[in-house]
Antibody
């Protein structure tokens, strides 16, 4: 059974940094692209970032480009999201999700999803 | 504001059929990119409901179906049940924005 477990979400001050982790199991991690999606309280889903199975190709939403960095450690079956220069509008539940292929493509869908980790940016 | 537009809410009585629309443009759905649908219950993670416009993952009841035409897609739910009450999101790719997009979500209420 595929399992994704996010961690690292905390309360952080504006301008601060944070690294989220997503521990994966139940599938060949290095063979799958992975994605971060966030959901602000009471709001809809927003795609944040995706990474290929090798980690060599990454994609970012304009809202986080230049501030967030996605990475992965295939030896540890773990996905990361380094978040810098955090803003109040980054407050959200951050989900990691498995892509349906090795590289993110326009055909990509996300399945399954982890349970999420909450990031709160506030002073 | 999302590039994929969904109605904020829809409702129906048990046993009825409801549809949820997802309207895009020529840079996403109209460009031929697939549409996928997710179901989310309060306090839980989204779950894939339909992929590749019309395909149901194993375990999803055949009461759920998807379709796509032009710049829009639709999710249809027949034989509505109380347990279908949830939020539903469409998702596709947008080449102008160079990224994957979600609709704003639709809250389904079973009357």
């Amino acid at each position: 059974e595929v399992q994704l477990l996010e961690s690292g979400g905390v309360l952080v001050q504006p301008g601060g940094s944070l690294r989220l982790s997503c521990a994966a199991s139940g599938f060949t991690f290095s063979s799958s692209a992975m994605t971060w999606v966030r959901q602000a309280p009471g709001k809809g889903l927003e795609w944040v970032s995706s990474i290929s199975g090798s980690g060599g190709t990454t994609y970012y939403a304009d809202s986080v480009k230049g501030r967030f960095a996605i990475s992965r450690d295939n030896s540890e079956n773990t996905l990361y999201l380094q978040m810098n220069s955090l803003r109040a509008e980054d407050t959200a539940l951050y989900y990691c999700a498995k892509d349906n292929g090795y590289s993110p493509t326009p055909l990509t869908w996300f399945d399954p999803w982890g349970q999420g980790t909450l990031v709160t940016v506030s002073s | 504001q999302s590039v994929l537009t969904q109605p904020p809410s829809v409702s129906g009585a048990p046993g009825q059929r409801v549809t949820i629309s997802c309207t895009g443009s020529t840079s996403n759905i109209g460009a031929g990119y697939d549409v996928h649908w997710y179901q989310q219950f309060p306090g839980t993670a989204p779950k894939l409901l339909i992929y590749g416009n019309t395909n149901r993952p194993s375990g999803v009841p055949d009461r759920f179906s998807g379709s796509k035409s032009g710049t829009s897609a639709s999710l249809a739910i027949t034989g509505l049940q109380a347990e279908d009450e949830a939020d539903y999101y469409c998702q596709s790719y947008d080449h102008n924005l160079s990224g994957w997009m979600f609709g704003g979500g639709t809250k389904l209420t079973v009357l």
